[in-house]
């Protein structure tokens, strides 16, 4: 019996204290998340293809994110910036923006210049001719950051499969 009481004691400690392990709610994570919470996002796709073609599609929860580049027909502030790391098996990493020459990045609202639920990052053919192993994708918008999957992390490395 006194095993048990230790055991909720313990278990409701961890509720109680700060970070991840919270109660739950935008809370859970810290000091600011909730003020800087601005959605989560999932992969929705991560292939590559017989040609070393890397293609990386990134999916909003909830609600839509905004416009993908500078835009002076939209605004002169960009709602939303994204990225995408990717590491190599020789361990060196290419950066990749949403005009990265070569790269053919586009969102799934308005031309392709913003993006509603879906981005997609997809590379010049060879890009991953001598490996890919994990990349990491990155976007907050003028308000806030956007997390991984309800987590309290807002760009972990993701394995790229073989």
């Known amino acids: ?5 230790a055991f909720t004691l313990v278990v409701f400690g961890l509720f109680l204290s700060p970070g991840c392990t919270g109660l739950g709610g935008l809370d859970r994570c810290g000091e600011g998340y ?7 996002y999932v992969e929705a796709l991560i292939d590559v293809d017989a040609q070393g073609v890397l293609t ?3 999916e909003a929860l909830g609600s839509g994110f905004g416009f993908l580049e500078e835009s002076e027909e939209y605004q002169t502030d960009p709602d939303i910036y994204v990225s995408l790391s990717v590491e190599h098996s020789n361990g060196s ?5 949403f005009n990265t020459n070569g790269w053919d990045n586009y969102g799934d609202a308005a ?3 913003s993006w509603g639920s879906v981005v997609t990052f997809t590379s010049p053919e060879g890009f991953c001719d001598s490996g890919c192993e994990r990349l990491m994708f ?3 918008t003028e308000y806030g950051v956007i997390y991984y999957d309800g987590t309290c992390d807002s760009s972990p ?5 073989a």
């Open 1 to 5: 019996m006194q095993s048990l009481k």
């Open 34 to 40: 909730a003020e800087m919470h601005n959605g989560d």
């Open 56 to 58: 990386v599609q990134i």
């Open 93 to 97: 990493t290419t950066q990749v923006g």
């Open 111 to 113: 031309g392709g210049s």
């Open 138 to 140: 990155s976007g907050n």
């Open 157 to 161: 490395w993701l394995n790229i499969p």
